[in-house]
């Protein structure tokens, strides 16, 4: 969606790097979720955030989502083949709605 | 718990042919989605509802009708199949009623238009 623009479209690390994957709002989110899906397979839900400010982490993934809530961010660290995928946000802007909008998708490799 | 199932998982059409694909859910959801992926191009929502016998248009509805009859079932469907409708399909689920819930996904559709 062009409401929703995720950078960058496409990434490759070596092992052990960290590498950070940016989502970017055109309007102000109610909810903002990440997903990762490995190739030819399902959706796994990651993480979901609402609150200005706020910040989770699952094992090495950290999420935030910056305080004006339009812009967040999914850092990985020390990254590890298992990590490769695609990385999908998704968006919720109006609590009314409930229309949950994705962007592009970043492709993640990861070199051993 | 199934969680959501869709089916088929694969279908092949010729131009022109009709089909439905179905999306069960068992969680009591209020909300279901249909998406469309293709490469590149993330997942762009085709339609959704909100409740049971409630649709609405997501950004790429054209070509495609949706139904919600029964609040575990979101229909898709195809009236006459074009080849660029060719993609993978997946539908999903969600409470959209509390914080900090996920939207379920089923396991996707992989339709092939001739």
């Known amino acids: 969606s062009q409401e929703l623009e995720q950078s960058p479209q496409s990434l490759i690390v070596q092992e052990g790097k960290n590498l950070t994957i940016n989502c970017t709002s055109s309007?102000?989110?109610?909810?903002l979720y990440w997903y990762k899906q490995k190739y030819g397979e399902g959706l796994i839900f990651l993480m979901m955030?609402?609150?200005?400010?706020e910040e989770k982490s699952h094992e090495k993934i950290t999420a935030k989502l910056d305080e004006k809530k339009q812009q967040s961010s999914l850092h990985i660290t020390a990254s590890q083949p298992s990590h490769a995928g695609i990385y999908l946000c998704?968006?919720?802007?109006?609590?009314?709605?409930?229309?949950?909008?994705f962007g592009q998708g970043t492709t993640l490799q990861v070199k051993p | 718990n199934a969680g959501v199932t869709q089916t088929p998982k694969f279908r092949v059409l010729k131009t022109g042919q009709s089909m439905t694909l179905l999306c069960a859910q068992d969680?009591?959801?209020?909300?279901m989605y249909w998406y469309r992926q293709d490469p590149g191009m993330g997942l762009r929502l085709i339609h959704y509802?909100?409740?049971?016998?409630?649709?609405a248009k997501g950004e790429v509805p054209d070509g495609y009708n949706v139904s919600r009859l029964k609040k575990q079932n979101f229909l898709l469907g195809l009236e006459s199949a074009a080849p660029s409708q060719t993609s993978v399909y997946f539908c999903?689920?969600?409470?959209?009623?509390?914080?900090?819930?996920?939207?379920?996904f089923g396991q996707g559709t992989r339709l092939t238009v001739v």
């Open positions: 969680m009591n959801h209020e909300y």
């Open positions: 955030l609402q609150k200005g400010g």
């Open positions: 998704g968006a919720v802007h109006s609590s009314n709605t409930g229309k949950l909008i």
């Open positions: 309007k102000t989110l109610y909810g």
């Open positions: 509802s909100v409740g049971e016998g409630t649709t």
């Open positions: 999903a689920s969600s409470w959209w009623a509390t914080k900090n819930t996920e939207a379920f």
